[in-house]
């Protein structure tokens, strides 16, 4: 355990920013899981809603810091390939 008063102030806040960001990665991740479901049934409006909203969801993400956002537009784009199979769109 730190002795130093900064040391032990940055450690609650390392430990604060910790939960905080296992918590938006489990949402990312939940998001994701919920999209793939929803691209299985091959339903067009559903898929699209389900876009906005994982989409909205990773950038969020990225926008917090919690993922780079380079990680965010790479993770967009292979949904938008997933997207494009199933529509048919080249």
Known sequence: MPRIKSQIARLKTNQRDNVVNKT???QLKTAI??????????NK????KATKQ???????TARTGTIHRNKA???????QKQINKIMGAK
Do not use: G, M, P, Q
């Open 33 to 42: 899981k919920k999209f793939e479901a929803v691209l299985a049934t091959n």
């Open 73 to 79: 537009s790479r993770t967009k784009s292979r949904i």
């Open 54 to 60: 994982v989409e909205s969801v990773i950038d969020s």
């Open 45 to 48: 409006d559903e898929i699209l």
């Open 24 to 26: 938006r990665k489990s």
